[in-house]
């Protein structure tokens, strides 16, 4: 997958991902390989990444090869992975990390609304409610 734009959300891919020079992604990202020659911001989980001379990483990273050209820039916090793919040092699951990165970008379920609404839209659950 090749990212050229702006992307706010979850990225759940078993492959590999690229993060172009106009590419901006917030949220969670969890992949195989990460290229970054853009910008991320969030939470990531993958097996390897290299953070070429234009890409930044701006939040937590979990990997297990890890490489920055002379340019990059990582700011944050990184954990290591055992060989089977677990993490020793990042105590939350990425599902965890989906739930809340969902929830602090402002996606919440359907059924974990208070409002009635689903995108700013009234379902059929809140149609019945009284405004105040």
Do not use: W, Y
Request: glycine share 14%; hydrophobic share 35%; proline share 2%.
């Amino acid at each position: 997958m090749h990212v050229d734009g702006r992307v706010d959300g979850l990225i759940d891919s078993d492959h590999d991902l690229s993060i172009g020079q106009s590419g901006h992604v917030t949220g969670l990202v969890k992949a195989q390989k990460v290229v970054l020659s853009g910008i991320f911001e969030g939470k990531m989980i993958c097996e390897e990444i290299e953070i070429l001379s234009s890409g930044k990483l701006i939040g937590d990273l979990v990997c297990n090869n890890f490489v920055v050209e002379t340019g990059g820039k990582f700011i944050g916090q990184s954990h290591e992975m055992t060989e089977g793919g677990m993490v020793v040092s990042l105590p939350e699951t990425f599902e965890q990390l989906a739930r809340t990165t969902v929830k602090s970008l402002g996606h919440v379920p359907e059924e974990q609304r208070n409002d009635g609404t689903v995108n700013g839209k009234a379902s059929s659950k809140g149609a019945n409610r009284k405004k105040k």
